[in-house]
């Protein structure tokens, strides 16, 4: 059982460029959420889901896109990478809303 | 700003004494989750204590809850050195559905 996978664990992009993190599931949760980490400020909801196809913004959503086309897939979006962005990406599911979360190794990205 | 704040934001401590991390939030909610954190790794749930318990313990995990002063503690007993981590509140709140974290308490247990 593979809980909740995240691709790629490590990245460097230059400023401008796109790229996609990818968060998967495999416990059929309904519930998915992405999280950057930066040192001294905790972790910091970017954007979550609810339910396949549905998308909603956290307290940093700027800069980022999101998108649940299938129920254990939830992918997020950099179009254009500022070094803002560098940070530790974490993704993490639950099963309903009051459930503990479960989260996955995390995607240290790094903007040059 | 963040939902959630810890108190102290670093603990050092002996192995076998008692740590306790605070947590205060801002805005009403369904219940409140504690989370342990190794470096380098995701973070892993300890324990979940429901808007309407006070109290709830987990074998040497002890939470408690105070909604009308919007905090919460953590207490572990007996430390041991492999409890040495990150430690982090996190608030659920009513109709967003979100899972917010505070900024975490650094405990550092030594031999």
Redesign the interface.
Known sequence: NAGVTQTPKFRVLKTGQSMTLLCAQDMNHEYMYWYRQDPGMGLRLIHYSVGEGTTAKGEVPDGYNVSRLKKQNFLLGLESAAPSQTSVYFCASSSQVAAEAFFGQGTRLTVV | S?Q?E?DPQALSIQEGENATMNCSYKTSI??L?W?RQNS??????LI?I?SNEREKHSGRLRVTLDTSKKSSSLLITASRAADTASY?C?T?TGT?????????TRLQVTL
């Open positions: 963040q959630g810890e369904n219940n989750q989370y380098g790794r995701g973070l892993v749930h979940l429901r982090f996190a659920l967003a559905s979100k899972l917010t974290f505070g900024t975490g």
